[in-house]
């Protein structure tokens, strides 16, 4: 119904954090590769969204979410963003940070061996 709202909120707040930390030029490995946690958290976000809009349960019209006009959908609606849409944004979060990890240790793998042939 809406759980996708909950990853869009997550990449809203991503993209904010990531525009200002590059303001700053911040040195931390997460706020470079913040971008990765956006394009995943929009993409899944867009393809969610999609997905709700063919069902029918986003419409271009107010409430715009087909559960909001009745009292008892809403209440599952919310239900369902406070389980499937947070598992969704913390389970793509840690994909991003396990991706960081690795990415982080190829690239110091790396370092080393290149040093040595170049010497």
Known sequence: MACFLVPTTEAIVTT?????????????????????????LWGGSALLAFEHVWHGEVTPWFPFLTAAADPADAAEML??????????????????????????????KKSPATAKTKA
């Open 79 to 108: 239900h369902e963003m406070m389980t499937s849409g947070v598992a969704m944004a913390i389970l793509v979060t840690l994909a991003w940070v396990v991706m960081v990890l690795v990415a982080q240790a190829v690239m110091k």
């Open 16 to 40: 904010v954090i990531k525009h200002a930390a590059d303001k700053k030029g911040s040195d931390n490995i997460f706020i470079k590769k913040m971008g990765w946690l956006n394009n995943m």
